[in-house]
């Protein structure tokens, strides 16, 4: 069975500090792995997305990720916060078909000033 | 940049009531979907649709539901008989052609108030 575990509810750093949003995922297979962003009231944005080829994805707004099999993690990074980057962010992984996207319990971003 | 649209942005309805939410996915897209996110709580999967057929659904999705795609280009979740812990935010999501194609593409949402 799959599954995804964000490891912190909220996270909160200062404007211009590094952001590092925890994902680890359990699956018997290789999966697709996704970032979302969503902000108040807006819709699920795809930030970036793991599909068995470079396991480091960079995404939009400077953010990227690096897949580990060995340790089944996929953690977001973001060197520098912006204030705009205050959102929802959810981990998402692939089912075996290919047809089915297991949502982690997301991961509030609060961005000091 | 093609987008997946949703209607209505909100609607209020009364316990009981049939409610009918509607998306237009990305015009190329097969593969169509709905979430549902209860008010802080996790997005939830509720059915996938392929071909004209349900492909998946959730233990969530249960008679009270229906999915359908009456003419090609909308995609429609009907509630028959809402229920107050139907209150959510639901989502459509569509997805291109190949089977892994990957990423979803999901409209804005539709929030729904049962009282």
């Known amino acids: 069975a799959q599954s995804v575990t964000q490891l912190d509810s909220h996270v909160s750093v200062s404007e211009g500090t590094p952001v590092l949003l925890r994902c680890n995922y359990s699956?018997?297979?290789?999966?697709?792995l996704f970032w979302y962003v969503q902000h108040p009231n807006k819709g699920l944005q795809l930030l970036l997305k793991?599909?068995?080829?470079?396991?480091l994805v960079k995404g939009i707004n400077g953010f990227e990720a690096e897949f580990k099999k060995s340790e089944t993690s996929f953690h977001l990074t973001k060197p520098s916060a912006h204030m705009s980057d205050a959102a929802e962010y959810f981990c998402v992984v692939s089912g075996s078909t290919g047809n089915q996207f297991y949502f982690g319990t997301g991961t509030s971003l609060t961005v000091i000033p | 940049e093609p987008e997946v649209t949703q209607t209505p942005s909100h609607q209020v309805t009364q316990m009981g009531q049939e409610v009918i939410l509607r998306c237009v996915p990305i015009s190329n897209h097969l593969y169509f979907y709905w979430y549902r996110q209860i008010l802080g709580q996790k997005v939830e999967f509720l059915v996938s649709?392929?071909?004209?057929?349900?492909?998946?659904k959730s233990e969530i999705f249960d008679d009270q539901f229906s999915v359908e795609r009456p003419d090609g280009s909308n995609f429609t979740l009907k509630i028959r008989s809402t229920k107050l812990e139907d209150s959510a935010m639901y989502f459509c999501?569509?997805?291109?052609?190949?089977?892994?194609?990957?990423?979803?593409?999901f409209g804005e949402g539709s929030r729904l108030t049962v009282l």
């Open positions: 649709f392929y071909n004209n057929e349900i492909s998946e």
């Open positions: 999501a569509s997805r291109g052609q190949g089977l892994n194609t990957g990423e979803l593409f």
């Open positions: 793991y599909t068995s080829a470079a396991t």
């Open positions: 699956s018997s297979y290789s999966p697709s």
